[in-house]
Structures are given as C-alpha cells and as structure tokens.
C-alpha cells in the first residue's frame, strides 16, 4: 500500500496517536515503515508539522 502512495505522490500520517498506540506501532514495525516523523500525538501537530514534511517533498 505505501508503494501505491508514494506513486501517486501521497504522503500518509498518523494523527492522535497516543503513546500505548505508539508503543504497538514500534513493537509491529509500524513506525518504521510510515517513519517517526509521520507519527503525531495530536491533531494540530500533524497539522503543524504538514509544511515541513511538504518541504522535504519538494526538496
């Protein structure tokens, strides 16, 4: 699936991830693969940190 993403130029995140979730995520390899800074506590840091992740993109 994140190969298909990727192909059409879609970036995938995770938002209001808590840290008993998180901690499931890291245990299956989760976050490995969508990578830590796709991975956010709340709503409004995903939201904060979506310029950054563009910028790289663009990069």
Do not use: C, S
């Amino acid at each position: 699936m994140r190969a298909e993403l990727v192909k059409h130029d879609i970036v995938f995140v995770f938002a209001r991830v808590k840290q008993e979730l998180r901690e499931l995520f890291d245990a299956y390899g989760l976050t490995a693969v969508v990578g830590a800074n796709h991975v956010y506590p709340t709503l409004p840091t995903a939201i904060a940190g979506y310029p950054r992740l563009a910028a790289r993109r663009r990069a």
